[in-house]
């Protein structure tokens, strides 16, 4: 069964860190590009990062470049997302997933759910003092 556990979320004051995994079983992760996705209810769902599967092409959302940093350890067949500099409006639910094979880097940055598949139950981040 694949399956996808996001976790490392929790409550942080703005400025503060976090690091999120997102651990894969039933499923080789190096075989996949991985993307971090978010979303608060009422709102849609937003593409955070994605990293390749080979080449370690990373990209971001201008909302979070330069705060964001995805990284995958394969060993451990898990994805991260550190999170530095967090604010008020990172406050969402996040979930990775990974790519639909064949999809490509173009498609993918863009972020549309169609190009990704085995979502995670997601791990909630919120951001308050």
């Known amino acids: 069964q694949v399956q996808l556990v996001e976790s490392g979320g929790g409550l942080v004051q703005p400025g503060g860190s976090l690091r999120l995994s997102c651990v894969a079983s039933g499923l080789i992760l190096d075989y996949y590009a991985i993307g971090w996705f978010r979303q608060a209810p009422g709102k849609e769902r937003e593409g955070v990062s994605c990293?390749?599967?080979?080449?370690?092409?990373?990209y971001y959302a201008d909302s979070v470049k330069g705060r964001f940093t995805i990284s995958r350890d394969n060993a451990k067949n898990t994805v991260y997302l550190q999170m530095n500099s967090l604010k008020p409006e990172d406050a969402d639910v996040y979930y990775c997933?990974?790519?639909?094979?064949?999809?490509?880097?173009?498609?993918?940055?863009?972020?549309?759910?169609?190009?990704?598949?085995?979502w995670g139950q997601g791990t909630q981040v919120t951001v308050s003092s």
């Open positions: 990293i390749s599967k080979t080449d370690g092409n990373t």
């Open positions: 997933a990974t790519a639909v094979r064949g999809s490509s880097w173009y498609r993918l940055i863009q972020f549309n759910g169609r190009d990704y598949s085995n």
